[in-house]
């Protein structure tokens, strides 16, 4: 298979995975953002890297977004809002974490792929993306991107589209997000 067939595959697995996501479930999501005072941000793996760019983009949008484990991650309580990703269903720490998060007060969100799953059925709201993960990467018929990188590529393209339906929200510019840019690179 060329790079050109294999981009074709991908593209279109990850544009019926986005499709499938709920209207309903984002629009909460918005407003949870819209809300919330603080915004916590967590995954584990690769997730955790595509839930990293997703707190960088809004702190772009100048909210007060942080990831859990920074040293300069501030406590959650109410009228907060911590986010976190458990695409099979289940993490021990993202449970922990959003286990810690409710008990101070703070909404939480969990981005998953197993809509039943300890998680996301412990969490306040949760965003469901239709995609292959990790759980059921040996389940046929699977995707052309190995083990679990269509949920994260998922993660990644649906994060910037909600970045940007979150900017036009909050009526913020893009001018206004290259502010908020760090100048120390």
Known sequence: MTLTEMNDRAMAEIAAVIERIDAGEVDALLQALAAAKRIACYGVGREGLMMKALCMRLFHLG?????????????LGPGDLLLVSAGPGHFSTVQALIDTAAAAGATTVCFTAEPTGRCPAAADHRVVLPAQTMARDELGPTSLLPMGSLYEGVQYLAFEYLVLMLRDRLGISPTAMRAHHTNLE
């Open 63 to 75: 909210l007060d977004a942080h990831v859990v484990g920074d040293m300069t991650t501030p406590p």
